[in-house]
């Protein structure tokens, strides 16, 4: 961009230094406008904050772990999961999604509840049905 303004003998306008660039307009004009104001310091300025540190600490990740890879006391739903995170953990509460998406990426865990039986289902046909089913 620098290049391009530089050389160019009259003004350029955001709309013909963003199709030289080959940018979106606005992303143009707001390098336009930082180099305009602080120079060359206002370009290589990085304003993002950096890592945002997880609510879930190591802690209630091995707790996570443990509860998820037992086959008795495991969860049925995410809800179940935040509850008993807020009760043992974070009393503040914490965000649905942010369980849902750590549980996932770092379990690969799918919370499904099987579906119900029906209430007038015989059981001794049920065992008949899986000794005979090859």
Known sequence: MLLIIKKSQVSLSKMELA???????????KWRKSYFECGIDGLLFDARVGFKHSIINSEIHQAIEKKLTSPKKAFTSYIDLINWIVENYIPNGINYHT???YVKRHFGAKLKVSRKSHLKKDLNVVDTFKKTSV
């Not at 199709?19 to 004009?29: D, G, M, P, R, Y």
């Open 19 to 29: 199709s030289i660039l080959k940018v979106n307009h606005n992303t143009a004009q």
């Open 99 to 101: 369980v849902n998406k």
